[in-house]
């Protein structure tokens, strides 16, 4: 399997949509949006999501022309927050899981947070039962540094959401 990894665009709107979707009904308790909230987004505005900046990014791995998983980045906006970046909506469909695909978008998307100019950390947050994406993200030097009790309802059980961080190149010294 040839996997490419690159930066989502406009034109990607259907497939971005579609393999959102999907995470979004397989794993509700992975994401704090709903199937329900989004099913109804029009092409456009999810294409208006698309348009790549210089402090936010919707990387997309790719097996030939099929995308396969998907990983957002996006800056903190606050000029005293602007150290940090977060990294939201990954997702991998289940049939490319444990084949290497979801650690290659997290790291391209933290290469990409060490080319913001100032950024020192990533952040994320991710479903604390979910011990597979746990040790993907500390494989790749994220660190925990708090855990959020019921942090989202999902059919009427709370989950809990673990907090977690890593140092980009940049302020780790290695650029």
């Known amino acids: 399997m040839s996997v490419e990894i690159r930066s989502l665009g406009p034109a990607d709107a259907g497939a971005f949509q579609a393999l959102r979707l999907r995470g979004l009904r397989e ?19 999810v294409a208006e999501r698309l348009v790549e900046g210089p402090n936010h990014a919707i990387l997309g791995a790719f097996d030939g022309s099929t995308l396969i998983g998907v990983v957002g ?12 970046a977060h990294l939201w909506g990954m997702y991998v469909a289940p ?22 100019d100032g950024v020192r950390q ?13 040790a993907l993200y500390e494989a790749l030097g994220f660190r925990s540094f708090g855990v959020e009790r019921g942090f989202i309802l999902v ?15 940049v302020s780790a010294g290695q650029a």
Do not use: W
């Open 27 to 45: 794993c509700p308790t992975a994401f704090a949006s709903s199937y329900e909230e989004e099913y109804g987004n029009e092409l456009a505005v």
């Open 73 to 84: 980045l996006q800056r903190e906006r606050p000029t005293k927050l602007a150290h940090k």
């Open 95 to 116: 049939e490319f899981r444990r084949k290497g695909v979801g650690r290659r978008l997290v790291e391209q998307a933290l290469k990409r947070a060490s080319a913001m």
């Open 122 to 134: 990533v952040n994320l947050s991710g479903n604390a039962n979910n011990p597979a994406a746990i």
């Open 155 to 169: 059919d009427g059980v709370l989950h809990d959401e673990m907090h977690m961080a890593a140092a980009t190149a």
